[in-house]
């Protein structure tokens, strides 16, 4: 069952199935906290579209089709979305169950996994 990309449950996933690292893509919020996200945008990959209170944030490509960048909103506001699929093939199941993490919580996930060992840590 695959889970939303760059989402907390994707990297526990990953940890558990023995993932030898996790790489997660960063980009940076209007606050300056570094969040989660393979695209440049958030509209593939979360409900950001279906927000009215991010309306007048969509910028237009050359084909006119609205995207948000994540630099246009803070972490609070980002922390408003769910996440889903961006992969039309893949399970939609997952869909709206989560948020888009920050690195402080991928961290923090490591840093709890049973198994793993965070790169020069020792005990």
Request: aromatic share 6%.
């Amino acid at each position: 069952m695959d889970r939303p990309e760059h989402t907390l449950g994707g990297y526990r996933l990953a940890m558990d199935q023995g993932a030898d690292f996790i790489e997660p893509d960063l980009r940076m919020t209007k606050d300056g906290v570094f969040i989660a996200l393979h695209d440049h945008s958030l509209d593939r990959t979360t409900d950001i579209a279906t927000k009215p209170e991010f309306a007048d944030r969509a910028r237009r490509d050359a084909k006119n089709s609205p995207f948000w960048v994540p630099g246009d909103s803070t972490l609070a506001e980002i922390k408003t979305l769910r996440t889903k699929q961006g992969v039309a093939s893949r399970a939609k199941e997952f869909d709206g169950l989560e948020m888009i993490p920050s690195l402080q919580e991928i961290v923090e996930l490591i840093r709890a996994h049973p198994v793993l060992v965070v790169a020069g840590e020792t005990g």
